[in-house]
């Protein structure tokens, strides 16, 4: 079973439309987690950290279930600019500090 | 702020040459990590050092892969001999070390390695 899982879409859905997307992952002691942002042939870039709480910033939720060990990012109102691959990141203290990425998830907003 | 620097940007090598990429974190950012990344995959962690020490190599490819950080600022990257396997994109990225485990990487454009 891979450490961090992601649904690799293609989700497609129309500009306003709302999508979410889930990541699970496997090691109980994971500490802290991110959504990253990756645009066709760029780098991952920092999209938002993931609160115990849950946290929004703008359009954007997300949202972390330590009990099922899964986070997700909820889009609201869509945009074209919104289309890139969605990245799952858990940082795990498991035999060193290690941060790993899930697979991404890809999203395509259409006019 | 000046970003992650990686060169080259772009790199075509035969199989069996040698390659080296560099890499220059944000300034002050104690951990750098290099991280392979397969088109339509995830980056997966090749190695990363904390300071000028290693934290974590297990995933690197130790007989044809190696890596150095000398005086815990820049580092390099490097195959030798390539195989078509590795063809991929190289991403270095660096983080502070935040408190609460909050590591926030920061990535630099990368290398898309061809290997023909």
């Known amino acids: 079973r891979k450490e961090v899982e992601q649904d690799p879409g293609p989700f497609n859905v129309p500009e306003g439309a709302t999508v979410a997307f889930n990541c699970t992952y496997s090691?109980?002691?994971?500490?802290?987690f991110f959504w990253y942002r990756q645009d066709c042939r760029k780098e991952p870039k920092l999209l938002m950290s993931?609160?115990?709480s849950g946290n929004e910033d703008g359009r954007f939720t997300a949202q972390l279930n330590r009990a099922s060990q899964y986070i997700s990012l909820l889009i609201r109102d869509s945009k074209l600019s919104d289309s890139a691959t969605y990245l799952c990141v858990v940082n795990s203290l498991t035999g060193g500090f290690k941060t790993i990425f899930g697979a991404g998830t890809r999203l395509f907003v259409k006019a | 702020e000046a970003g992650v620097a990686q060169s080259p940007r772009y790199k075509i090598i035969e199989k069996r040459q040698s390659v080296a990429f560099w890499c220059n974190p944000i300034?002050?950012?104690?951990?750098l990590y290099w991280y392979q990344q397969i088109l339509g995959q995830g980056p997966k962690l090749l190695i990363q050092?904390?300071?000028?020490?290693?934290?974590?190599d297990s995933q690197l490819p130790k007989d044809r892969f190696s890596a150095e950080r000398l005086k815990g600022v820049d580092s390099t990257l490097k195959i030798q001999p390539a195989k078509l396997e590795d063809s991929a994109v190289y991403l270095c990225a660096s983080s502070l070390d935040l408190t609460g485990g909050m590591k926030k990487l920061f990535f630099g454009s990368g290398t898309q390695l061809s290997v023909l």
């Open positions: 993931v609160y115990s």
């Open positions: 050092f904390q300071n000028n020490g290693v934290v974590d």
């Open positions: 090691n109980s002691a994971s500490q802290s």
């Open positions: 300034s002050g950012h104690a951990t």
